[in-house]
């Protein structure tokens, strides 16, 4: 076997090689046995056609399996031959294939990239505090009353803001399919309501019909409306103002854990320095991950960036999907949507080929107790038996994938460890 191997960039190969015809004809012959003992023609039995019968009989079609089986095993050993981790499929440049003569090809795939690997020990990091004030616990505490709040019908009440209607809604975009939805519950002057339709709403009583139309901001979170002119009916069936409980004792036994305002206080201080701390901790692993990049620039190859452009596209469809919206019915921009991903997918894709070394280097593994109890924690998460997500996860290559997750994870714990972390000023 010939091979010459050319560097289009430090990630891009174009591999070209040759075998003789004797080769050719070797895998020739063992593709035309493994027809003749699987095909069933007119007047043979099953694996008993004669050879020349079934070669003639299927002469295009062992040809092609020819040339698929040479280029699949010349392109992995002659890859592995020289060191390199193919990534994609080969994209075939050049392709020679005759009877009696040397089989050649010519192709061009990407690699992992290859890099010197250096700074990722020592990296100077800042922790902030992570004290919580009393604003902030006040602020929680509020949070919860209003949790709490309960709403009571009065048929009298003109709407105000912080009040609640129950109304049917006609809903018709510029353009778009009219939506009817019977007895929904709108909160005047609720923040994701655009200006005008918290006014249009305003003073409405207990058996009020409202015809108007809105404009929404292009930045409307749902994109069915964003940037669109939409038509609405309204028939209010009730006007509920908000009754909000005191901030006090009973407030705290109502929760069912707590026997006073100051015991809810305390715990409620007690989780708010727990999620800050978690959020501390996460700035910090990001701080040190970010310097370690910066220090160790990399040539991504285009295949795992566009496969991470690609995934983050799929989550966010189904995101959609799952709040009810019909992406196919979206006026989505998707060349718009693509290139606003492509900066953040390329970090992601640096940050996996660094922390992938870092385990190389550092010999950081998981062991099968690990990925087990992680799966364990999740079936628990999500409320599904654990052998049944272990084995969903087993067929579809998730297994291998949460391992290759989690080594990423305690790579970054590693480099985390020996950082140089100083509190702030």
């Known amino acids: 076997m010939k091979i010459e191997m050319t560097d289009v960039s ?9 075998i003789d015809a004797d080769e050719v004809s070797k895998e020739t012959e063992t593709v035309v046995r493994r027809y003749a003992g699987q095909v069933r023609l007119p007047g043979f039995r099953q694996g008993k056609a004669p050879i020349e019968i079934v070669r003639k009989r299927f002469a295009k079609e062992i040809e092609e399996d020819v040339r698929e089986r040479l280029i699949s095993r010349l392109w992995r050993e002659a890859t ?10 080969p994209v075939l440049d050049e392709l020679k294939h005759e009877h009696g003569m040397p089989f050649q090809f010519k192709t061009t795939f990407e690699v992992l990239p290859q890099f010197d690997l250096k700074d990722y020990k020592g990296v100077d990091a800042t922790s902030p505090a992570a004290e919580v004030d009393d604003a902030e616990v ?8 209003q949790s709490r709040a309960r709403y009571v019908a009065d048929e009298t009440r003109p709407a105000e803001t912080g009040d609640v209607i129950v109304a049917d809604v006609d809903e018709q975009p510029e353009g778009g399919e009219l939506k009817k939805r019977e007895r929904m519950v709108i909160e005047v002057g609720g923040p ?15 058996g009020t019909a409202l015809e108007f139309d809105v404009d929404f901001p292009a930045d409307a979170g749902s994109p069915d409306v964003a940037g669109k002119r939409v038509h609405f009916g309204i028939r209010v069936h009730e006007v509920k103002r908000k ?11 109502d ?25 501390v901790r996460s700035g910090v692993r990001q701080e040190i991950l970010d310097k370690v990049l ?76 690990e990925v087990d109890a992680r799966v364990r924690r999740e079936a628990e998460r999500v409320g599904e038996n654990y052998d049944d997500l272990r084995l969903r996860l087993s067929k579809g290559g998730g297994l291998q994938a949460l391992e290759t997750q989690m080594v990423r994870e305690k790579s970054l714990d590693l480099i985390t460890s020996v950082a140089n972390i100083h509190g702030a000023e």
């Open 10 to 18: 430090p990630v891009k190969k174009t591999l070209a090689v040759e």
């Open 80 to 89: 592995s031959e020289k060191g390199l981790v193919p990534l994609g499929d």
């Open 138 to 145: 006040a602020a929680a505490l509020e949070s919860i009353r």
């Open 192 to 206: 994701g309501n655009p200006e005008a339709f918290n006014l249009k709403l305003t003073g409405a009583k207990a």
């Open 243 to 253: 009754e909000l409980p005191g901030l006090d004792d009973e407030l705290a036994k």
């Open 255 to 279: 929760l069912g854990e707590f026997e006073s305002l100051d015991a809810l206080t305390t715990r409620v201080r007690a989780d708010l320095e727990e999620r800050k701390a978690a959020a």
């Open 294 to 369: 910066a220090a160790n620039p990399v040539p991504l190859p285009e295949v795992l960036v566009e496969e991470e452009i690609q995934h983050r596209l799929e989550d966010m469809v189904r995101e959609m999907m799952y709040h009810g919206l019909d992406p196919r019915k979206a006026d989505l921009d998707w060349k718009q949507l693509r290139d606003r991903n492509e900066e953040p997918a390329r970090k992601i894709v640096h940050a996996r080929l660094v922390l992938d070394a870092i385990a190389r280097a550092e010999g950081v593994a998981i062991d099968r107790k």
